[in-house]
């Protein structure tokens, strides 16, 4: 149990997110450089991509906080990562993010992709950010949907495209701690390069047991 268990903190993207948490520009910065008092290891500082506002955030955060690695959300998509990595140029440490659904009901009906073209995708986005940054996260979203096989596969394939976390959201908020724990087990024994990058999770609390299936992935 020697190994570090690293925070990152998405109050900034995730977080403000919820109805009635929208922040200034000014109160970002603020609520960042609490962040760094707390010596929280990554600040997710928002979307660059998303909106002027959101760029603007994430590049004054950037220019200001030092301390944490900041990190810019990204679609795989290379407008998406440009975006980021524009923003993120001044920070000290920056990592990009990026993601891409994984489920079939995801792959089917809202990326309108098939497996084979999100696997190609994913890598290519995870390829590019590299090009700003060698701190590059990659999310498989809707992970706790998606089929297993897959998921292994998609998780071996950004790792050797240069992915040095590797995120495992429960997007919908539907899994149960047992369920979760296996989910990541599975993973460390069916990736071989899983040894290569660190494994996070971001789960969401429709349940009540977001903290419970963090817990029980570490």
Not at 58 to 81: F, Q, W
Not at 87 to 116: G, N, Q, V
Request: hydrophobic share 40%; with cysteine; charged share 30%.
């Amino acid at each position: 149990m020697g190994e570090k268990v690293y925070i990152f903190d998405t109050t900034l993207r995730d977080g403000e997110q919820a109805p009635g948490f929208s922040m200034t520009t000014q109160e970002k910065l603020q609520m960042a450089q609490q962040l760094a008092k707390l010596n929280v290891d990554i600040i997710e500082a928002g979307f660059a991509a998303a909106s002027k506002g959101d760029w603007e955030a994430i590049n004054l955060i950037a220019r200001e906080v030092k301390g944490p690695v900041i990190c810019s959300l990204a679609r795989a998509l290379e407008k998406d990562i440009e975006a980021a990595g524009s923003a993120l140029k001044p920070a000290e440490r920056k990592r990009i993010h990026t993601f891409i659904a994984t489920s079939p009901i995801h792959m089917k009906y809202k990326l309108k992709m098939s497996p084979e073209e999100v696997l190609e995708r994913a890598v290519k986005a995870v390829k590019y950010a590299k090009n700003f940054t060698d701190d590059v996260e990659f999310s498989c979203e809707d992970a706790t949907r998606s089929e297993r096989d897959f998921l292994y596969k998609i998780i071996e394939e950004v790792i050797k495209a240069g992915a040095t976390v590797i995120n495992i959201p429960d997007t919908v908020g539907y899994a149960i701690p047992d369920e979760f724990y296996n989910l990541i087990k599975g993973i460390k024994e069916n990736v071989p390069n899983i040894d290569k990058a660190i494994i996070s999770v971001h789960c969401h609390d429709d349940l009540g047991l977001a903290t419970a299936n963090s817990l029980m992935a570490v």
